[in-house]
């Protein structure tokens, strides 16, 4: 099946300078009235520069990004989306589809896109005996959570219950019970998707399969109205944090390290370096006071946890929570914001993870030109992470043994660009341990998409030719444009 309507042996580039030269003729009056037609189409609305809600419409998860479409679309059913991939394929407009707005800075220039805010549309249904969850194109893992653990289960999903679960497993997903199950892209039974001109199709294995392997991680196509994830049986969890003094971290830091590939799949965990602010709200023990962590989540026996952290223990930390726990701190484990917030984020994936690497990651972290890092992580991969574990998909893993992230957020005396070079020269210090490949969720510029996922770039350029030619629907990373 193709629904292309490509002039044979056109490229992708040619194809969409093309439609970029296109869209740059559309006139002021010319987009109202092809808005004021979607307007009166839509059970959602249509917000426009002029409106009194616009700067609310238009508002990221990441409130450094200032977002400029040309509209704004608050989508309230599938309906409303294909309408709105109508209007733009007929207007040559694009498409910027977003949920959340986390990973809000990797979109780019909005200037001529419509913005398509998904988040009306959280529904969740889960089916305990199929074991997946269907959701709407606006649901978060926080909502899967507390709609799949009373069941026993769980998805695979990030650290943060507020991002979304369609663009978190469009870039891969990387999650607490990621060693044992691999990417959340993985766990992608079945799509629907809305496409240029307005058609809904239903992507899986048996409809639309290329499609269907495209959205595994490899951002897709289309703009994707509902999916349907794998859960997992999580028969005992066991999660928690271990905690030390700032001062302790090289210590804390090489022993984990070392004991990386000793640990079973079961077993998934992070070493973190945070900083908390002074601020009321917070427990006296941690309020302003800077920490080394290694919090971790293990399906299996609290016997199976002391056995694996014993080594860490013998650290004699601060603090010990780690115990059995309800799925449920899956979603708190990592201890993420809950509201918008302006800052910088970014990673690296790590081929190793020695004693020099870790030296060089703390003196970085510790000099004056990163002070304002607040979390600086390394997650552990491999597992079923490991590149090639997969089934057949975009992404079929990560090609390294760490990632590092650090993060670092905008403040009176530190604007989003001061925050931003402290996150570059943090990560900067680990180059000699930077791999060739990079993971979309943890990467905010444009970058060749090869990086991401490798190989599979040729073939995800044919399924886009074949189901958006003109490159109608945006894509993070600067993808297809």
């Known amino acids: 099946m193709s629904v292309s309507t490509a002039a044979p042996g056109a490229s992708p580039a040619a194809l969409t300078t093309a439609a970029r030269a296109h869209r740059a003729t559309l006139t002021g009056a010319t987009l109202d009235a092809g808005l004021d037609d979607l307007a009166a189409l839509l059970d959602g609305e249509v917000v426009r ?56 800075f990797a979109l780019g220039d909005l200037a001529d896109a419509i913005l398509l805010r998904t988040a009306a549309l959280s529904y969740v249904v889960i089916d305990p005996e199929q074991r997946t969850a269907t959701v709407g194109a606006g649901a978060t893992w926080g909502d899967v959570l507390d709609a799949s653990a009373p069941h026993g289960l769980a998805g695979l999903s990030g650290s943060s219950r507020t991002v979304g679960v369609v663009g978190y497993c469009l870039g891969g997903g990387l999650g607490w019970l990621g060693r044992l199950h691999g990417l959340g892209a993985g766990s992608i039974v079945a799509a629907r998707v809305a496409l240029p001109g307005g058609a809904v199709v239903v992507a899986s294995p048996s409809e639309h399969a290329d499609l269907w392997w495209a959205l595994r991680g490899g951002g897709g196509t289309g703009v994707v109205t509902e999916l349907t994830v794998r859960l997992y049986d999580v028969p005992r969890l066991t999660a928690g944090s271990l905690w030390w003094p700032r001062e302790r971290a090289g210590e804390v830091l090489k022993t984990w390290a070392r004991l990386l590939p000793s640990l079973p799949r079961e077993i998934t965990s992070t070493a973190r370096v945070l900083r908390f602010p002074d601020l009321e709200e917070l427990p006296p023990a941690i309020r302003g006071g800077s920490f080394v962590l290694v919090q971790a989540a293990v399906v299996g026996s609290d016997e199976l946890a002391d056995r694996l952290l014993a080594p860490l223990r013998a650290l ?32 690296v994936v790590l081929s190793s993870l020695d004693d020099a690497a870790v030296d060089a990651w703390l003196g970085a972290l510790d000099g004056p030109q990163c002070a304002g890092v607040v979390a600086a992580d390394l997650r552990h991969l491999g597992g079923a992470l490991a590149l090639g574990e997969g089934d057949d998909a975009a992404l079929r893993g990560i090609d390294g043994e760490v990632a590092a992230v650090a993060i670092a957020p905008a403040t009176p005396i530190a604007s989003l660009e001061q925050a931003a070079a402290m996150v570059d020269l943090a990560l900067a210090a680990l180059g000699p341990w930077v791999g060739d490949h990079q993971y979309a969720n943890f990467v905010e510029r444009p970058v060749a998409e090869r990086t991401l996922v490798g190989v599979a770039v040729d073939r995800l350029d044919t399924v886009r030719m074949t189901y958006d030619p003109d490159g109608t629907v945006l894509r993070r990373h600067g993808a297809g444009r």
């Open 49 to 104: 520069p002029t409106d009194p809600d616009w700067d609310a419409a238009r508002a990221a998860w990441q409130l450094g990004v200032d977002q400029r479409p040309a509209a704004v679309v608050l989508a309230r059913s599938e309906s409303d989306i294909a309408r709105t991939m109508r209007l733009a394929a007929r207007m040559d407009l694009r498409v910027a589809p977003q949920g959340t707005g986390h990973g809000a």
């Open 316 to 347: 004699d930390p601060v603090m010990d929570d780690v115990a059995p726990a309800g799925l449920e701190v899956l979603g708190a484990l990592a201890m993420d914001p809950p509201d918008p917030s302006a800052g910088a984020a970014e990673g």
